[in-house]
T-cell receptor, first 111, second 113 residues
Framework: QKEVEQNSGPLSVPEGAIASLNCTYSDRGSQSFFWYRQYSGKSPELIMSIYSNGDKEDGRFTAQLNKASQYVSLLIRDSQPSDSATYLCAVDGGSQGNLIFGKGTKLSVKP | AAGVIQSPRHLIKEKRETATLKCYPIPRHDTVYWYQQGPGQDPQFLIS???????DKGSIPDRFSAQQFSDYHSELNMSSLELGDSALYFCASSPGTDLNEQFFGPGTRLTVL
């Protein structure tokens, strides 16, 4: 059974700080990794995808992947109150592309 | 930019009734995925279609069925509804299965009374 683990939080950071979200996965053969943001009652919104080891930056977001440690992280710089949401880590579940999600980390950015 | 469209957005049914959820993927996306998200839970994969053929199956009950039509829209049919089927149902689409970036629709909130 493939698993994706995240700390459920809540993770609370002050406005302007860096928020660090972490995720581990069980299947060493996984190839695709994603971070989704989900506001309460809304649909998951794709914010980052990463496929190879190292860092990938997009605006205030940086995804980091370490396949040897089976670890994915998301850094949010200059956190804003509007970043307050649940962040879901997702990993490809097989050759046909379905995603396996972690249970999400709830982030709260305090003004 | 066009997004995934789902209808209806809200649906209330009685136990043992049937429901049909519809999904219209982003134009030129040929792969559709269905997920179920219960309260406080992460999305659980149900079923997917690639080029109108079922490509993968997850934790979908036998009471549920789905298909993808020639225009790539997909429908999820749910029969003999149970209270536990109350959840958010999301459809996601992607342009193929290689990179697998999936874009989610707004969801259908199904309430079974």
């Amino acid at each position: 059974q493939k698993e994706v683990e995240q700390n459920s939080g809540p993770l609370s950071v002050p406005e302007g700080a860096i928020a660090s979200l972490n995720c581990t996965y069980s299947d060493r053969g996984s190839q695709s990794f994603f971070w989704y943001r989900q506001y309460s009652g809304k649909s998951p919104e794709l914010i980052m995808s990463i496929y190879s080891n190292g860092d990938k930056e997009d605006g205030r977001f940086t995804a980091q992947l370490n396949k040897a440690s089976q670890y994915v992280s998301l850094l949010i710089r200059d956190s804003q109150p509007s970043d307050s949401a649940t962040y879901l880590c997702a990993v490809d579940g097989g050759s046909q592309g379905n995603l396996i999600f972690g249970k999400g980390t709830k982030l709260s950015v305090k003004p | 930019a066009a997004g995934v469209i789902q209808s209806p957005r809200h649906l209330i049914k009685e136990k043992r009734e049937t429901a049909t959820l519809k999904c219209y993927p982003i134009p030129r996306h040929d792969t559709v995925y269905w997920y179920q998200q219960g309260p406080g839970q992460d999305p659980q994969f149900l079923i997917s279609f690639y080029e109108k053929m079922q490509s993968d199956k997850g934790s979908i009950p036998d009471r549920f069925s789905a298909q993808q039509f020639s225009d790539y829209h997909s429908e999820l049919n749910m029969s003999s509804l149970e209270l536990g089927d109350s959840a958010l149902y999301f459809c996601a689409s992607s342009p193929g299965t290689d990179l697998n970036e999936q874009f989610f629709g707004p969801g259908t909130r199904l309430t079974v009374l």
